[in-house]
C-alpha cells in the first residue's frame, strides 16, 4: 500500500508509519509520564514519606487545634509527613482558579453543598470507588457515608429543631412546629449560603409540597414563617437561644446536647420528617502528585479508625459513620446509637438539583427575608 504525498510523489506504507511516530514522539509527554498520572496504592501500612508535605483544606480554629492533637500529630511522626493544613474557607474557589491537573489540595473536609459544585466544575476528584480501595478503614461504613457518590463521610449531625424547654410549652412534636403562631417572631434559620438553611427549605419543600424539588412549597413555607431572626452561623444560634430571643431554631443535634451539658434549658426535637443529616464528608483530589494522593489515602484511613473517630465525637458531639465505633458517653446520655437501626432511613438531599437551582431559590428567599 503506498500514500501520495503532495509533491506527487508515492510513500511507502512503512515510511508512513515512521512519519507518524517521528512526530509523536517530537511532540511533549502529556498524560503518560506526568507524575499524577502514575498508580498510587494503599494498604494500610505505615510508610516513610521522606518529610514530603501533604496540603489539605479543614476548618481551623478550635477544630484544627483538636484534630491535631488527636490526629494529625501523631500521623505527621509515624509517616516522616508534614501537614499543610489550611482553614480559609471557602474551597471551591481555589480549586477552580488552580484548574484540576494542579488542586491546591491534595484531602479536603467538606460540607456537602459545596463539595458537590466543586465536582460538578470539573474533574477534580478522585472516584470514589478509588478511594474505597486503597482506604481499608472504609469497609467498615455505613452505606449512607457513600450516599453523596463523591467523598467519604466520617461524622454527622442529625438535623433538628432546637428548642427552649422552659419557654416552649408544649414541646414541638413535628417539623410544621416551627411554623405555630406562638412562634411568630421568636423562631429563627440562617443566611441562604448557610448548608443548614438549604437542607431546611429541602425539608420544607417535601413536607409542605410534593417532594423537596417543590421550590414554591418551598417559598411559601419562608414566607409564612415571618417574622423570623435570621442567624449566619449554629454559634450565633446557640447564642439567640440562649437570650430568649429564639425559642425555636434549626440546628444539628450535637449542638443542643452541647448547649444542654452546659445547663441550658434546651432541647432537640430531631426530624422525623425526611432525616437529613449535615455530614462531615473528605474528597481526594484526582490529581495529586503520587506521594501527596499516598499520604491522603493514609490520613483518610486514620480519620476512619473508629477509635479516633469515638474521641472526635466525645469533643464534637458529632455522630459516627463507621460501625465499629463507640458512641462516647456524653452522646450515649443523650440517646445516640450507633447502629443499623440507627442508620436506616438517614437522608442525602439531591445536592445536584439545589446548585441547579441556587440563583432562583436564594434570590427569592432573600426578598423574603427582606421583607
Known amino acids: 500500500m503506498t500514500v501520495k504525498k503532495g509533491s506527487g510523489t508515492m510513500l511507502s506504507r512503512r515510511q508512513a508509519l515512521k512519519a507518524v511516530a517521528g512526530a509523536a514522539a517530537a511532540l511533549p509527554l502529556f498524560n503518560i509520564n506526568h507524575v499524577w498520572s502514575q498508580d498510587v496504592a494503599y494498604d494500610g501500612e505505615v510508610f516513610d514519606a521522606e518529610g514530603a508535605t501533604i496540603s489539605i483544606g479543614e476548618w481551623g480554629g478550635f477544630w484544627e487545634e483538636n484534630v491535631r492533637e488527636l490526629l494529625v500529630d501523631q500521623f505527621e511522626q509515624d509517616f516522616n509527613c508534614r501537614v499543610l493544613w489550611d482553614s480559609s474557607f471557602p474551597w471551591f474557589p481555589k480549586y ?87 412562634f411568630a417572631n421568636l423562631r429563627g434559620t440562617y443566611i441562604t449560603s448557610n448548608t443548614l438553611f438549604m437542607a431546611f427549605f429541602m425539608t420544607a419543600s417535601g413536607v409542605f409540597g410534593q417532594d423537596q424539588y417543590d421550590m414554591e412549597a418551598g417559598f411559601q413555607a419562608m414566607r409564612e414563617a415571618m417574622p423570623l431572626k435570621i442567624s449566619d452561623f449554629t454559634g450565633n444560634m446557640q447564642t439567640l437561644l440562649e437570650r430568649g430571643e429564639v425559642e425555636i431554631g434549626v440546628q444539628v443535634d450535637g449542638e443542643v446536647y452541647m448547649q444542654k451539658d452546659r445547663g441550658i434549658a434546651v432541647e432537640p426535637y430531631i426530624w422525623r420528617e425526611f432525616q437529613p443529616i449535615l455530614t462531615q464528608t473528605k474528597t481526594i483530589s484526582r490529581y495529586a502528585d503520587p506521594m501527596q494522593k499516598k499520604l491522603a489515602f493514609a490520613l483518610l484511613n486514620r480519620t476512619l479508625d473508629p477509635e479516633f473517630i469515638t474521641k472526635f465525637d466525645e469533643v464534637f458531639w458529632l455522630r459516627p459513620t463507621h460501625r465499629d465505633a463507640v458512641v462516647p458517653a456524653n452522646l450515649a446520655n443523650a440517646g445516640v446509637q450507633n447502629t443499623a437501626d440507627g442508620a436506616e432511613g438517614l437522608w442525602i438531599p439531591d445536592w445536584g438539583w439545589f446548585i441547579e437551582n441556587e440563583m432562583e431559590i436564594v434570590e427569592t428567599v432573600n426578598d423574603i427575608f427582606a421583607s
Not at 494542579?102 to 478509588?130: C, H, I, R, S
Not at 467519604?152 to 411554623?179: I, V
Open 96 to 182: 477552580v482558579a488552580a484548574g484540576p491537573q494542579n488542586p491546591p489540595f491534595a484531602m479536603v473536609n467538606w460540607n456537602l453543598p459545596e463539595m458537590t459544585k466543586t465536582a460538578k466544575a470539573g474533574d477534580y476528584f478522585l472516584d470514589q470507588a478509588d478511594v474505597v480501595a486503597n482506604v481499608p478503614n472504609a469497609a467498615g461504613l455505613w452505606p449512607f457515608a457513600l450516599d453523596n457518590g463523591i467523598g467519604l463521610t466520617w461524622a454527622f449531625g442529625q438535623y433538628c429543631h432546637a428548642y427552649r424547654s422552659d419557654l416552649a410549652d408544649p414541646a414541638p412534636d413535628s417539623f410544621a412546629s416551627f411554623w405555630e403562631d406562638r
